[in-house]
T-cell receptor, first 115, second 114 residues
Framework: AQKVTQAQTEISVVEKEDVTLDCVYETRDTTYYLFWYKQPPSGELVFLIRRNSFDEQNEISGRYSWNFQKSTSSFNFTITASQVVDSAVYFC????????????FGEGTQLTVNP | EPEVTQTPSHQVTQMGQEVILRCVPISNHLYFYWYRQILGQKVEFLVSFYNNEISEKSEIFDDQFSVERPDGSNFTLKIRSTKLEDSAMYFCASMRRGPNTEAFFGQGTRLTVV
């Protein structure tokens, strides 16, 4: 069974600080996909990144970076030089090749960036 | 940029009434989904739909729920005899192919059962 754990319920930082959101997953599949979504206060779910299990290269997109480590089943997300607009709930999610295409979400991490 | 559209954005209904939540997925997408998010909680999978039939459903998706793709564009979630605990944000999503593609989510419909 697939499972995603985001142990950090809430994180509060001051603007310009770097912050890392943790995500640990469980799966029996060798082929799976990991995602991060952002949910701002307005409520929509905004796609940030997709990673497949065969691609462990870390990725950087502007102030965002992702660290995928299969050895520890983790897919962590770092925001560099955080801004107030980064305040949101961030969800990590997993889908398995053999379990259809449904996403299993973690509990989410509420990030608050204070000015 | 193409997007998933959901209507209404907010629906208030009395307990026991039926509601239909509507979604227009992205036109060339083949996989459609409904997810639910109770306030302050995580997003939960309800059902997936492919090739005009349900491909997978969760334990939440009981006989109270049904989905339909009545024409080539709309994708609906019907909840019969709503209960207070059905109050949640309901998200529609679509994928172009399958697990290896991004799920595009609609803005959500906030359902309030009173």
């Amino acid at each position: 069974a697939q499972k995603v754990t985001q142990a950090q319920t809430e994180i509060s930082v001051v603007e310009k600080e770097d912050v890392t959101l943790d995500c640990v997953y469980e799966t029996r599949d060798t082929t799976y996909y990991l995602f991060w979504y952002k949910q701002p206060p307005s409520g929509e779910l905004v796609f940030l990144i997709r990673r497949n299990s065969f691609d462990e290269q870390n990725e950087i997109s502007g102030r965002y970076s992702w660290n995928f480590q299969k050895s520890t089943s983790s897919f962590n997300f770092t925001i560099t030089a955080s801004q107030v607009v980064d305040s949101a709930v961030y969800f990590c999610a997993l889908s398995e090749e053999t379990s259809g295409s449904r996403l299993t979400f973690g509990e989410g991490t509420q990030l608050t960036v204070n000015p | 940029e193409p997007e998933v559209t959901q209507t209404p954005s907010h629906q208030v209904t009395q307990m026991g009434q039926e509601v239909i939540l509507r979604c227009v997925p992205i036109s060339n997408h083949l996989y459609f989904y409904w997810y639910r998010q109770i306030l302050g909680q995580k997003v939960e999978f309800l059902v997936s739909f492919y090739n005009n039939e349900i491909s997978e459903k969760s334990e939440i998706f009981d006989d109270q729920f049904s989905v339909e793709r009545p024409d080539g564009s709309n994708f609906t979630l019907k909840i019969r005899s709503t209960k207070l605990e059905d109050s949640a944000m309901y998200f529609c999503a679509s994928m172009r192919r399958g697990p290896n593609t991004e799920a595009f989510f609609g803005q959500g419909t906030r359902l309030t059962v009173v």
